[in-house]
Nanobody, 121 residues
Framework: LQLVESGGGLVQPGGSLRLSCTVS????????IAWFRQAPGKEREGVSY????????NYAVSVKGRFTISRDNAENTVYLQMNSLKPEDTAVYYC???????????????WGQGTQVTVSS
């Protein structure tokens, strides 16, 4: 089982990035996939999750209206479209696989290695 994130980088405030999380070794159709982030010196924060068929989606208050999560099960990939980025969105972003739809990282069993997102002018 493996998760690989990509799409991070440096972007100016107000800009956009799209993160991808590709899952291999397991059929992602049956799993919740979530995005988390961790900024230096801060605790890990749940950003968003999407259920197996996309019928249940949730966002952290801090990103609601700016971020959009989606999934393409045929491509075994989940996306996080991030718009109107702010400096406080700077963090390492991780995707994770679990079976419970929750923003608690404790319920997720498999994690990617993370991708750095830096929002700075």
């Amino acid at each position: 089982l493996q998760l690989v994130e990509s799409g991070g980088g440096l972007v100016q405030p107000g800009g956009s990035l799209r993160l991808s999380c590709t899952v291999s070794g397991v059929t992602p159709d049956y799993y919740i996939i979530a995005w988390f982030r961790q900024a230096p010196g801060k605790e890990r924060e749940g950003v968003s999750y999407i259920s197996s068929r996309g019928g249940s989606i949730n966002y952290a208050v801090s990103v609601k209206g700016r971020f959009t999560i989606s999934r393409d099960n045929a491509e075994n990939t989940v996306y996080l479209q991030m718009n109107s980025l702010k400096p406080e969105d700077t963090a390492v972003y991780y995707c994770a696989v679990g079976v419970i739809a929750t923003m608690s990282g404790l319920e997720y069993d498999l994690w990617g290695q993370g991708t750095q997102v830096t929002v700075s002018s």
